[in-house]
């Protein structure tokens, strides 16, 4: 069976326009999330979902670079790009990640698709409840599941933010993964949204080694830097939308 993680991208954003091809360590942030979507222990397609138009060209040509493949497909329309994106890699399995999430943890999202696969599950996330660092969202689905929601889904909010609908379907096997210990959502903000977002992951990624590390160790990283947490202190607990981009 075909795993693909898609990313869904775009140059546009109200609050910090072309934020995915900002620098941070050395690479864009777009980069810096295709890179962790490679390491994901039992991924086999990297995709980055990009709207139609070409506005959206840098964003395609970053990917591109990346060595993920780019699929194009409606801008408002997210949940029918993301059936365009899992069809163009052949996918049984899709996970989901967006853009704005610069430090996805592989290794968590290696045990969502575990969790899928082992308990015959049709989705998997780890943030309902939310528990882990608000940036290391993700959510897996099987692709049975991806074209049902494509061709049952009907409101606008459910078509914009992909995976509403999954989530309410009362005939769905779903399941989550929980952080044991304290919960993180709150206190660390990880996620690419604002000036204020962007000073921080900036900051942070000057500190951090080159090679992907796992979430304790940017954890380690902010308890010796204790400053940098309050650079988006401000933005705590702001969640505008469900996880998307």
């Not at 409840?129 to 689905?141: C, I, K, R, T, V």
């Amino acid at each position: 069976m075909t795993a693909a993680i898609i990313v869904q991208a775009r140059m546009g954003s109200t609050r910090l326009p072309g934020k995915v091809l900002k620098p941070l360590g050395g690479m864009t942030a777009l980069a810096q999330c295709l890179r962790r979507c490679k390491a994901i222990p039992g991924i086999d397609r990297v995709v980055c979902a990009i709207p139609h138009g070409d506005a959206e060209a840098p964003v395609a040509a970053e990917a591109e670079r990346c060595g993920a493949l780019v699929a194009r497909g409606p801008s408002d329309d997210v949940l029918k790009r993301y059936r365009i994106a899992a069809e163009a890699a052949g996918a049984d399995i899709v996970m989901r990640v967006t853009s704005d999430c610069p430090l996805i943890d592989p290794l968590l999202c290696g045990r969502l698709l575990t969790k899928l696969r082992d308990e015959g599950l049709d989705f998997v996330c780890n943030n309902t409840p939310h528990s882990w660092p608000h940036g290391l969202d993700a959510e897996a689905f099987t692709m049975r599941l991806l074209a049902e929601a494509d061709e049952r889904a009907t409101e606008p909010f459910d078509r914009e933010h992909v995976t509403p609908w999954m989530r309410r379907a009362p005939h769905l096997k779903r399941g989550n993964i929980a952080r044991d210990g304290a919960d993180l959502s709150e206190e660390c903000r990880w996620t690419l949204d604002y000036p204020e977002d962007y000073a921080f992951l900036a900051a942070l990624f000057e500190r951090l080694p080159e090679a992907i590390v796992p979430m304790d160790d940017v954890l380690a990283v902010l308890a010796a830097h204790p400053e940098l947490a309050e650079i988006n202190a401000m933005r705590r607990g702001v969640r505008a939308k469900p996880p998307g981009t």
